[in-house]
């Protein structure tokens, strides 16, 4: 544990008027959290890959996001222009470093200005890689990351994510078990569909706190 960690639990645990956790309930907390229980999951993620997918793009229609899919990393970069077309958006994105890795080559496309790096205010669109698409609910997986800032999930008004279709899973707790198997992020965000809330006069308000659309390009 690290120093100011250690410092800032000690400064609960007085604040709490506690002393350290007796040695059986900690073993008991990290025997849990090693053992990771499932949860009940749903009879309708127990299909093949195949029909994962369909489910998935079901499911995430449900929920406004729009979908399309492209047979290869190649055809990624032209499917991001012609969403900006079809939205009559300026041909100009920010992207996560980790779309490199994903394999688009943006120069299929002269037009497009491209920037790679964290979003901010002035950025209209906003392109990224997704962990994985769950099916159980049409969900995108975004982990944070130098190669894929949390920034360009929420601060663009359109949100576009990428994604590969052996990157869907079933339920969230496959998902979690994805997230496990890898270096621990700093933070893991789980989207389903454009932001929305209805907190204010209880009527549905879209892009409050994240992205008005959101689109997902699904490469074979």
């Known amino acids: 544990m690290s120093t100011a960690r250690a410092e800032i639990l000690a400064g609960i645990r007085k604040a709490l008027r506690r002393g350290p956790l007796p040695v059986a309930e900690q073993a008991a907390i990290e025997e849990r959290t090693r053992r990771h229980d ?15 997918v369909e489910l998935f793009l079901a499911k995430a229609g449900e929920v406004a996001t729009t979908l399309e899919e492209v047979d290869d990393s190649a055809g990624v ?49 906003g392109v990224t890689v997704g962990m994985a698409g769950i099916a159980e609910t049409g969900t995108l997986l975004l982990v944070s990351g130098p190669d894929t800032p949390t920034s360009l999930n929420f601060v663009p008004p359109h949100g576009i994510v990428l994604l590969r279709r052996n990157d869907i899973v079933g339920s969230w707790e496959d998902g979690w078990d994805l997230v496990r198997r890898s270096p ?37």
């Open 38 to 52: 499932r949860h009940i999951i749903p009879e309708r993620v127990n299909r093949s890959a195949g029909e994962l």
């Open 77 to 125: 970069a032209r499917a991001v222009a012609g969403y900006l077309a079809r939205e009559n958006l300026p041909a100009r994105v920010v992207a996560a470093p980790a779309v490199g890795e994903f394999g688009v080559d943006w120069d299929t496309v002269p037009t497009l200005e491209v920037r790679t790096g964290t979003a901010n205010r002035d950025d209209g669109v």
């Open 184 to 220: 621990l992020p700093r933070a893991v965000n789980f989207v389903t569909g454009p932001s929305r809330t209805g907190d204010i006069e209880q009527k549905i308000q879209i892009g409050v706190h994240g992205p008005v659309r959101l689109h997902v390009i699904l490469a074979g």
